[in-house]
């Protein structure tokens, strides 16, 4: 493809090395250090003038550091001269700093900045997987894609869960109804829900399940998972009311703090996550998570953004 430079952010060179092999590009040539004071340092190592220039940057890890990483990177194409820059941002970070979510609160609507901030840095679009608000997108005055890896998730119960047409979908909070719904319905089974009632944040009280999963498969699906307090809960709650096996399949798998533990204590067959964020040393402590390659969504995306198409056909299928 002509006139296209890819370009990795320190977060996560796997996913971006899989992009760019997918696409038949080399990446980027990019030298990303720190001065002793911490500051972050980019230098762009060839010329973008005149390039569509993509920039693969997660929110993970060190969420700060890489943000401002990805930031000085779209700043430092824009100001020499490349035709357009996007940002692909696999897991979109403060996602969940949405809102202010009580009445009269001060709390910040984090998610809202970090589209500014992007913005004002010259990106020209934004490419994003499963954001945890689709009404993100409207935070932008540029376009986004929030492509979904449900198409990934659908392929990978059809050939790795023998009981698939006798499950129940299940979705950990009420808030994630829509999308166990859409699920359910491209499968043609059930699906549950579990009310929960927290009394902080990271925190859950009680569980109340809604709807039938005795003698069934239970798959609980989510958006993302970072402590697992919630999951695991949840997957104690569906055993109690009578599942058979107990899956989860998550989009983003952040795994922080206890996380890894409270998996290997549950009741859990697998725990599936895509590579939106990278996986290598979870699956060293942990044998029950399991990785969906999403690199091929991305890459695709990438090529009909170049190529001025449509990628309305990556909400439903999985480029071969």
């Not at 897991?91 to 979510?101: E, H, L, N, S």
Request: proline share 3%.
């Amino acid at each position: 493809m002509p006139n296209i430079k890819i370009f990795s952010g320190s977060s996560h060179p796997d996913l971006s090395q899989k992009i760019a092999d997918r696409l038949g590009q080399e990446l980027g040539k990019v030298v990303t250090k720190k001065f002793s004071n911490q500051e972050t340092c980019v230098e762009i190592g060839e010329s973008v003038r005149g390039e569509d220039v993509y920039i693969v940057q997660s929110g993970c890890g060190e969420i700060n550091d890489n943000l401002m990483e990805l930031l000085i990177m779209i700043n430092a194409c824009k100001i020499a001269s490349a035709s357009r820059v996007t940002a692909v941002i696999p897991c979109f970070p403060y996602a969940r700093q949405d809102k202010k979510d009580k009445v009269g609160s001060r709390a910040p609507i984090s998610a809202k900045l970090v589209a500014n901030m992007l913005s004002v840095a010259g990106a020209d679009h934004i490419i994003t997987m499963d954001l945890h608000a689709s009404q993100i997108q409207g935070f932008f005055d540029i376009p986004v894609d929030n492509l979904y890896a449900e198409p990934a998730v659908l392929k990978w119960i059809k050939e790795n869960i023998n009981e698939w047409k006798n499950c129940t979908i299940v979705s950990p909070d009420a808030g994630g109804a829509k999308r166990v719904t859409s699920i359910a319905d491209r499968l043609n089974v059930d699906f549950a829900l579990i009310h929960k009632e927290r009394k902080k944040a990271n925190e859950v009280d009680r569980m109340v399940l809604v709807g039938d999963v005795k003698d069934r498969v239970a798959i609980l699906v989510d958006d993302m998972a970072d402590t697992c307090g919630t999951i695991c809960h949840a997957a104690d709650k569906l055993v109690s009311a009578g599942a058979t096996k107990v899956y989860a399949i998550l989009t983003h798998g952040i795994f922080s703090g206890p996380a890894i533990s409270r998996i290997n204590n549950a009741n859990f067959e697998a725990v599936v996550v895509t590579n939106t964020i990278p996986q290598e040393d979870k699956i060293k402590h942990c044998n029950k998570i399991q990785v969906i390659d999403i690199s091929m969504i991305l890459a695709e995306a990438i090529r009909r953004t170049h190529n001025g198409e449509s990628v309305s056909y990556l909400f439903s299928h999985v480029p071969l």
